[in-house]
Nanobody, 123 residues
């Protein structure tokens, strides 16, 4: 599956952004979808994950209560709604797909990655 992430940009602290990840192919609903981020000089870190149906989600403690992951299988799209953004949320955000029967949070579990979209939060 090929993934295309979009929606990043520059926003002030406290603002919101909505990232979208569009997938190619007809089997999108069979994939677990995740979002990761990587700040300069840091390792890629898990942000959020959603199962194939959207009935099960999990987010990192650092974004809990602020970020929400969702998906629309009819549109082959996974979204990340980011509210109450903080300067420490600044990073390149990547969407990823996995064909697994569990809810992964490790990057190695995901086999397809989008190109990344830059999110910059100013203080």
């Amino acid at each position: 599956v090929q993934l295309q992430a979009s929606g990043g940009g520059l926003v002030q602290a406290g603002g919101s952004l909505r990232l979208s990840c569009v997938a190619s192919g007809r089997t999108f609903s069979s994939y677990v979808m995740g979002w990761f981020r990587q700040a300069p000089g840091k390792e890629r870190e898990f942000v959020a994950v959603i199962n194939w149906s959207g009935s099960n989600t999990f987010v990192a403690d650092s974004v809990k209560g602020r970020f929400t992951i969702s998906r629309d299988n009819a549109k082959n799209t996974a979204n990340l709604q980011m509210n109450s953004l903080r300067p420490e949320d600044t990073a390149v955000y990547y969407c990823a797909a996995a064909q697994v029967s569990f809810i992964p949070t490790k990057a190695k579990s995901f086999h397809s990655w989008g190109q990344g979209t830059q999110v910059t939060v100013s203080s």
